[in-house]
């Protein structure tokens, strides 16, 4: 229900960023708190007391592996910061890399997994929780690929490698003597 009420309220804060940051940057923003934020709200919300935490890479994805809720472990690990790592790319060209939206899924994760153990809200912290929510960052961030590739190779300026009468003339003497023959 809260999901629900939460949609117009996400549509009208939609509507005033873009008059001050632009429609694209103004959905990014919007939607990357939208598709973040429940999942946190999931991860962070207390289950009882006491932490514990798990350090070493891949032994809680073989105890997993045996569980029934193996699915959605794994799903809800993808998921927490896909919307996070789809809109990032898109919204700031420096992130236009793979390697960039990995390493900011696992340092959001890393907060994450740091909250819950400091906090002692009865769940459990882990090296794998990290690499699957930062794979899923990653792998979202290649869902949008088509979205942000293009923009963050823009030509800035002429090439080295380009002759110069391929490029516009960036003055208007320069565009007089591009145009008189040789």
């Not at 997994?113 to 690499?131: K, M, P, T, Y």
Request: proline share 6%; charged share 15%.
């Amino acid at each position: 229900m809260a999901v629900i009420a939460a949609i117009p309220v996400a549509g009208l804060v939609a509507w005033w960023l873009a008059g001050r940051r632009g429609w694209r940057a103004a959905l990014c923003d919007v939607g990357m708190v939208t598709g973040t934020a429940p999942w946190l709200w999931m991860i962070l919300t207390p289950t009882g007391r006491g932490r514990s935490v798990n350090l070493v890479p891949l032994r809680d994805l073989a105890e997993q592996l045996a569980d029934d809720r193996v699915i959605e472990q794994f799903g809800g690990n993808l998921l927490v910061f896909a919307a996070l790592g789809f809109l990032l790319p898109v919204r700031r060209p420096w992130f236009a890399r793979s390697y960039r939206i990995l390493l900011t899924g696992a340092a959001a994760s890393i907060a994450v997994e740091a909250a819950q153990f400091a906090l002692a809200i009865g769940r459990h912290s882990s090296v794998d929780d990290v690499l699957f929510n930062a794979a899923g960052a990653c792998l979202a961030g290649q869902l949008s690929r088509h979205l942000w590739v293009s923009r963050a190779r823009l030509p800035t300026g002429p090439s080295r490698h380009c002759p110069k009468s391929r490029h516009r003339a960036s003055s208007p003497s320069e565009a007089a003597s591009a145009s008189r023959p040789s």
